[in-house]
């Protein structure tokens, strides 16, 4: 793990780093307390599709459980995100996703199902690295991520018995049953799981399905009314009242 | 309203009062901080089918509204229930609903239409006299409501614009329809509607099509796994959460 720059702000340190996971540099983020030592909870935050480590409602998230509960919090960019693609490739992303949603069931599996070996070999990493971190250590681990962040977020965690609670959202169970069916089924930790009754990328019945599929005993499904990206911000409320009562007690 | 006892409890006084609607003489338990003057918000609390309101959980719920947040509650005997049957007609209905919910689809519709009338004027009648005292006053008021609590709290809500926020659960729309559809619909106040995944008397699918019959645009369903009686108790936080963010503002 390389510490790239580190900059500060209302009692967060942010940390900017890389993490070489066989051919790849992963970039990520690290937030903690200003003067942190010892260990604490950890939360890993994973984007969704077409965004990046940066996206504003990680940084507020990551931000909030840091000032707030001492956490540590980190991202990093998923494959073909954030600083892993350049100008012209973001350029093709965004046009790509102007529209809507552009791939299709069928594309999308055989997305995840190239993606997925990579994504949780690389969020390993990252996680044995933060955790060798005198200040972050061996505390309790969850995992937030919605929409990509939950179909890649779900095979990493049933791959990591150090996570210990996760909330994922904005995802169903569909032709995609092949790339992270089984993933689902195996999971017993405490899962909050958000969904928006309006979603055009995810009909509500493939949520409740995905929902049903979740083999743990200890399971929130949220459901709002509204389309993918209009999760409303009372439920940050919910994710930090989930994160407390699994991860600080 | 004729107060019938009082006891004094931890910082809760609670009074035992009737109030008279038309012929029939409805027993009421009102809930407030010992020593309470002023106008404050005000929680009223249906209880579920063969229940009474003196149930343990509805008991529980006002006691803490009240210590920590110095509200009101109160519940009344819907119809046919509590102190409004006598010893026989108690030990009939214990017998009845021994093997689970013994009404068929079409039955309990039949009972909610000739129930929803009285049950819909003696919740008007309680909030009246229950308003009209100094210590409770005009404040806002939120209604809570599982199972029959929700079948016959959807149409006095929809029929009470003093109640500004709901919290359903236990409750579809299938045949019943036509007792509390068109009420359903037409509410537009923040709602919290709980549901059980494994819900034994309420299937999944009909549980979510009256959470989307609901007018309103603020509104969240939770739904956790097991059956229908079986709410995890930290629903409790998220109730609390709710009425503070929608009555306490």
Known sequence: MKVISETEAAGVIERRFDVQVSDQTVPGILWAPVGATGSRPLLLLGHGGSLHKRFEGLVRFAHRMVRNHGYAAVAIDAPGHGERIDEAQHARMREQFKDGFPLSAEQLTQWLLATIPGAVAEWKATLDAVQALDYVGQGKVGYFGLSMGATLGIPFVAAEPRVTAAIFG????????????????????????????????VPAELGLGLFRAFGSSTKTMHINPGKHIAIPPFEVDEYELFLVRHLSR
């Open 170 to 201: 904005l995802a169903g169970l569909g032709t995609d049953e092949r790339a992270f069916g089984a993933a689902a089924r195996s999971l017993t930790l405490p899962i909050l799981f958000i969904f928006q009754l309006h979603d055009e990328v």
